[in-house]
């Protein structure tokens, strides 16, 4: 059987627990916040202070097409598979586009013979290895934001427990 005392005890140590778990569950959400805003400022400045240019870190192959395109300038190019050389154009505007720019034909692409005897392009790699080491960076920041939110919430409810502990509430 237990004594008014102990009873008034128990709900005493029940309120500084409950209240020690809403102060964790609010420090909790600042955390959070805070990692978010600094985590994203980290990111912002790494892409700035590299200089790499999201738009160029994945290729998309232009490819001239003389039903929607207007050819501005042909070039004579080599053809893997022949002898000769071929006509191509090399630098064009695409009806389609609004901007007006030119698009030109990519150094990296060869022209390829196939053996049915039509030409293809040949694009070489579309995704520049750049991007493999922005993948990298932004999981270096987001794990490195959880780990750093889960050491600062264990580290503050630590404080709290240590502070609860040598409080002289639970000592009635």
């Given at each position: 059987?237990?004594?008014?005392?102990?009873?008034?005890?128990?709900?005493?140590?029940?309120?500084?627990?409950?209240?020690?778990?809403e102060?964790?569950?609010?420090?909790?959400?600042?955390?959070?916040?805070l990692?978010?805003?600094?985590?994203?400022?980290?990111?912002?400045?790494?892409?700035?202070?590299?200089?790499?240019?999201?738009?160029?870190?994945?290729?998309?192959?232009?490819?001239?097409?003389?039903?929607?395109?207007?050819?501005?300038?042909l070039?004579?190019?080599?053809?893997?598979?022949m002898?000769?050389?071929?006509?191509?154009?090399?630098?064009?505007?695409?009806?389609?586009?609004?901007?007006?720019?030119?698009?030109?034909?990519?150094?990296?692409t060869?022209?390829?013979?196939g053996?049915?005897?039509?030409?293809?392009?040949d694009?070489?790699a579309?995704v520049?290895?750049?991007?493999?080491?922005?993948?990298?960076f932004?999981?270096?920041?987001?794990?490195t934001g959880?780990?750093?939110k889960?050491?600062?919430?264990?580290?503050?409810?630590?404080?709290?427990?240590?502070?609860?502990?040598k409080?002289?509430?639970?000592?009635?």
């Amino acid at each position: 059987m237990t004594g008014p005392a102990e009873d008034q005890t128990a709900s005493v140590i029940d309120a500084d627990e409950e209240q020690r778990r809403e102060k964790v569950r609010r420090y909790a959400a600042w955390v959070t916040g805070l990692m978010i805003l600094l985590c994203n400022a980290v990111f912002l400045l790494g892409i700035w202070g590299s200089g790499v240019n999201l738009d160029r870190l994945i290729r998309f192959p232009e490819i001239f097409n003389p039903k929607q395109d207007v050819c501005l300038n042909l070039t004579w190019h080599k053809v893997v598979g022949m002898e000769e050389r071929v006509r191509l154009c090399s630098e064009w505007i695409q009806l389609s586009d609004p901007s007006g720019e030119t698009h030109k034909f990519q150094k990296d692409t060869q022209v390829v013979q196939g053996a049915d005897g039509k030409l293809y392009f040949d694009h070489g790699a579309r995704v520049d290895y750049r991007l493999f080491l922005f993948v990298a960076f932004v999981a270096a920041v987001v794990v490195t934001g959880i780990l750093l939110k889960r050491y600062l919430i264990t580290r503050y409810r630590l404080r709290l427990e240590t502070a609860g502990a040598k409080s002289p509430a639970h000592f009635h």
